[in-house]
C-alpha cells in the first residue's frame, strides 16, 4: 500500500494561541478525510479572521480535545523543545493467524505532521535590548501582540491552503471506503518533541510496515 507523508509549514504561537490554531488544523485535515454523512459546522475562531470546517462528530472533537490537551501539558514540561502532533490514517484488517485465533493489523497510508514552536518567555526577560528607546510599555506590548497576530493568522491560512492543495492532489493512496456508516477513516494522534527518538522509530517502523512514503512540504 501506497504511504503518503505531509509536513505541515511550521507555525510560531504563544501558549494561549496553542489551542485555537490545533483545533484548526486538526478539523480542517479531519474534514477533508471525513466519510459517509455529515453535519458540518462552521467555526469562527476568537483570536483570528479565519473559519474552518467541523465534521459535526461528537467523538472525534472530544478526541481532538484530549489530545490537544495532552500537546499542552507536554509543552508545559518542555518549553525548550518544538513540538509536533502526527495525525496519521490508516486501513485496519484482521488477520487469521490460526484456527482459532486472528489479529488486527493497521495499514498507514497517510501521516499528517503538524509542527509547532511555541514561544518561551523567560521570567523576568522582556526580550527587548536595554539599548531600545523608551516607550510606553502598554502601547509597545499591544503593537507587537498585533503584529505577531497578523503574522500568525497569514501562517495559519498557509497551513490551510497546504491541505487543501494535499487533499486535491493526492489521491490514489487512499483506501476503499471501509463503513458508511464511519465519519472517518480509522486515524490516531500522536504528540511528540523534537528530542523524542522513541516517538521518530515508531514512525520509521510504521512505514517499513505500509511501504516507503512519499513527501510533499
Known amino acids: 500500500m501506497n504511504c503518503e507523508v505531509c509536513q505541515l509549514k511550521e507555525v510560531d504561537v504563544e501558549h494561549f494561541e496553542i489551542r485555537q490554531v490545533l483545533r484548526c488544523i486538526l478539523h480542517t485535515i479531519m474534514f477533508h478525510r471525513a466519510l459517509g454523512l455529515l453535519r458540518p459546522k462552521d467555526v469562527d475562531l476568537e483570536l483570528f479572521d479565519i473559519t474552518y470546517t467541523q465534521c459535526g462528530d461528537v467523538e472525534v472533537e472530544k478526541k481532538i480535545e484530549e489530545k490537544i490537551t ?86 495559519l491560512r498557509e497551513v490551510m491552503f497546504q491541505i487543501i492543495k494535499f487533499v486535491n492532489e493526492k489521491k490514489d493512496h487512499i483506501p476503499a471506503i471501509p463503513n458508511l456508516e464511519c465519519v472517518t477513516f480509522p486515524y490516531e494522534i500522536t504528540i511528540s518533541s523534537s528530542s523524542d527518538s522513541a516517538f521518530g522509530m515508531d514512525v520509521i517502523r510504521r512505514m517499513l510496515q505500509t511501504g516507503h512514503p512519499t513527501m510533499l512540504s
Open 70 to 155: 495532552q500537546f499542552i501539558d507536554r509543552v508545559e514540561k518542555h518549553p525548550n523543545r518544538k513540538n509536533q502532533i502526527c495525525l496519521s490514517f490508516c486501513e485496519v484488517k484482521n488477520k487469521q493467524t490460526s484456527w482459532f485465533a486472528s489479529k488486527v493489523e493497521r495499514f498507514y497510508w497517510e501521516y499528517w505532521y503538524i509542527n509547532l514552536n511555541v514561544a518561551h518567555h523567560p521570567k523576568g526577560h522582556s526580550g527587548k535590548s536595554h539599548l531600545s528607546k523608551v516607550v510606553d510599555p502598554g502601547e509597545s506590548a499591544c503593537e507587537e501582540t498585533s503584529a505577531q497576530r497578523t503574522v500568525l493568522e497569514s501562517s
